[in-house]
Structure formats: structure tokens, C-alpha cells
């Protein structure tokens, strides 16, 4: 028999591309949609591991929406919490590896500069407290459990993020503002499966930080380099004006963001010998990805 994994969040942003990612590889993929297996019943989750036969059970489902946590606490906490740990705990019984999927958003970003693993975690949001109460638990039910903490994913056309939204917005001549005072790492959702699958052939256990190379930067960074990127690969003639704003000055955010979560991936990279290409890089296949999906 053929080697076997088991997707959970496997439609998301993330999810999609390591489903992909996973039948390249020569995998046997398993991935339960939302219906046939809601989080919010952990003894489902369990049984879907259990069942499974997988060697490999990588959890890419989340409530990432800090809103929809905040609104609703109980089911972000069953969700990015308990879920994840009743995963752990499956995983434990069949002797699968698991690899969980974090978030920087965990980490205390009230100071410049790259994390590191061994940062302060301090979350301001519900989403991270859930986020960071999952790591705990997955790792307490699993010590030799992966926990991979992604940031700001990018790269998949169907799914689009900051970078896609844009260039979308660029191309269709609107208006460009982006925040210019918060920084993390924007991050090829490409790049995280091939590290995830990487880690899930590995024997590393804990957290790592799974993230494009280089130093953190702003939204409004970040759109320079969509826009350069996108010029480089001639579908603008120039790149327009972005409007820089100011992360208190969002209306839509309701819920407080950690301002300075970018993390260093040396660990990742240097430790374990996965590769990540540099933010630019990064930025660069997204924006030439989003363009061959509006061509074809
Ligand atoms: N996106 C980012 O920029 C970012 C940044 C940092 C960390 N992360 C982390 O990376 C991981 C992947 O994030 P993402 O943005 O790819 O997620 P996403 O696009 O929001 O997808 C979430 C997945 O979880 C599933 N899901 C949500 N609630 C569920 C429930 N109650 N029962 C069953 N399935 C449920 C969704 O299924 P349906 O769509 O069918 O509901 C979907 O497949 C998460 O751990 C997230 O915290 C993401």
C-alpha cells in the first residue's frame, strides 16, 4: 500500500495547495470536507484520524477570520483548539506524524524585528488565543507533533489574499492603500506545502516558523512589490500610487492585529535544510500565478 495522508482544511488557502502539493508527491490523499467532518466535534475528528490509515495527518482548517473568532469565541476556541489537540491525540494511537499549521499572530508583536522560535508569545486577538491554545495542547498531547507557524499565505489564484487582491485591484485601474505602519512575512502558500510535506518526512518535533526569507515588511511594502512584480512580468505599464495607511484607521478591522510578527526561518532553513525563497521571490511567483490564471 501506497503512503497515505490525511488533509483537514484541505478547500482552504493553504489547505488547496497542499492537497495538490500531496498528490504530486505520490501520496494517498484523504481530505474530509467541512460536512463530513466538523471540528466543532472533536470525537469526529478523532474518529477520521483513527480511521484514516494515514502516516501523515496535516491540519490546515482553521477559523482564521479574526472577526469570526471574535464573535464568536467558543467555536474558535473548539475549532483551533480542541480540534488540533483531539488530532494530536489520534495521531498518538496510530503513530501518524502530525503537522500542525500556526500562525504568527500567536507571537507579542510589540517590537520591530524578526522572531524567532523562542519569542514571546503574547496573543491580543481571540484568534490567537485560540491559535496559541492549540499549539500548547497539540504539543502536550503529542510532543513529537510539528507545529508549523505560517504568516500572511499567499499564491493560490482560487484563494485570493492581500498580494492577488492588489494586483486585481491595479489592473482594474482602482485605487490603491495599503497599511504601512504593521509587518510580518507574506509567504507562498506553494512554499508551505512543500516545507510541510518536508517536515512531515522529518523527525523535527515542536514549533518552527515556516515563512519566506528576509526581513519583515508592511502591506504597503508589500504592494510595492506586487506592483513591481507585475511590471517586471509586463502586465503594467507602471506602478501606480499606493495610499499609505495607518492600522488604527482600518474600519473593517474590529479586532486589535499584532503589529510586528515577522519571524525568522532559520531554524526551517538552516537547521533543517528546507528552503524558502525570499519575500520578493515569493511575491513574484504569486503575481505571476494570478496572471496565468486570468489568462487561462
Ligand atoms: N491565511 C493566512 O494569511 C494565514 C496567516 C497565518 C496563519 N494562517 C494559518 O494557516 C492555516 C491555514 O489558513 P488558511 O488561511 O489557508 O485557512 P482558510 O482559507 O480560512 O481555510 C480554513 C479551512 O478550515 C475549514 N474549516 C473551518 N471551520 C471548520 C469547521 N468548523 N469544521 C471543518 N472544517 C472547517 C474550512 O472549510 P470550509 O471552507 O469548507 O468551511 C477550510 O478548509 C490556519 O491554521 C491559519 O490559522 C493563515
Known sequence: ??????????????GQVVRRAAEQAGYGVLAPAHAECPLEQAEVVSDAVLGSGAQLVVNCAAISGLEACADDPLQA???????????ALACRHTGARFVHLSTDYVLDGRRQGSKDESAKCRPVNWYGESKREGELQVLEALP???V??????????????????TLARALAGQPLAAVADKE???TD?????????????????????????GQPLSWWHCAQLVLQAAVEQGALDAAPPVEQQKLDEVPFFREPRPRYTGMSNAR????????????????GAAVQRYLAALRA
Request: net charge positive; aromatic share 4%; glycine share 8%.
Open 1 to 14: 500500500m501506497g503512503k497515505r495522508i490525511l488533509i483537514f482544511g484541505a478547500s482552504g488557502r493553504t
Open 77 to 87: 476556541h473548539l475549532v483551533n483548539a480542541v480540534a488540533p489537540a483531539a488530532m
Open 144 to 146: 513529537a507533533a510539528v
Open 148 to 165: 508549523a507557524r505560517v504568516s500572511w499565505v499567499c499564491g493560490n489564484p482560487q484563494k485570493p489574499s492581500f498580494v492577488e487582491s
Open 184 to 186: 510580518s512575512l507574506p
Open 189 to 213: 502558500a506553494a512554499d508551505i506545502a512543500r516545507a510541510v510535506l518536508a517536515l512531515g518526512a522529518g523527525e523535527y518535533a515542536g514549533v518552527v516558523h515556516v515563512c519566506s526569507s
Open 268 to 283: 526551517l532553513t538552516a537547521q533543517l535544510g528546507i528552503p524558502m525563497p525570499t519575500v520578493q521571490q515569493a511575491i
